[in-house]
């Protein structure tokens, strides 16, 4: 009986453990665009920085953490590739206010 539960016990950590090395890609649907620059405008749903694509201007706050980008020093326009979901914590996603999740330097 102990070594049936042992067998158990030991089969049943190597279904935990396996993972699956199957996962998307998360960098094949990007989409493309270049950071524009910084909104000045003093309004309350204003500020941040501009992202444009070929159809869509977009609004982001901050980069997501681990980008290379610096935003203080940059020659703008800086093309990239990014991610991102929509932003409704500001002005309830006014003006297309979106928050990086993935972006990098073309």
């Known amino acids: 009986m102990?070594?049936?539960?042992?067998?158990?016990?030991?089969?049943?950590i190597t279904f935990f453990a396996c993972q699956d090395d199957t996962a998307p890609d998360t960098c094949a649907n990007l989409q493309e665009g270049k950071i524009t620059g910084q909104d000045y405008r003093k309004c309350a749903c204003c500020g941040g920085w501009f992202l444009q694509t070929a159809d869509t201007t977009?609004?982001?706050?901050s980069l997501p953490e681990g980008s290379d980008i610096d935003l203080q020093i940059a020659t703008f326009p800086i093309p990239v590739k990014f991610d991102?979901?929509?932003d409704s914590s500001i002005c309830n996603g006014f003006l297309n206010?979106?928050?990086l999740t993935h972006i990098e330097v073309q």
């Open 2 to 12: 102990k070594s049936v539960f042992f067998l158990l016990l030991c089969a049943g």
């Open 84 to 86: 991102f979901t929509p």
């Open 97 to 99: 206010r979106i928050i």
């Open 58 to 61: 977009y609004m982001f706050v």
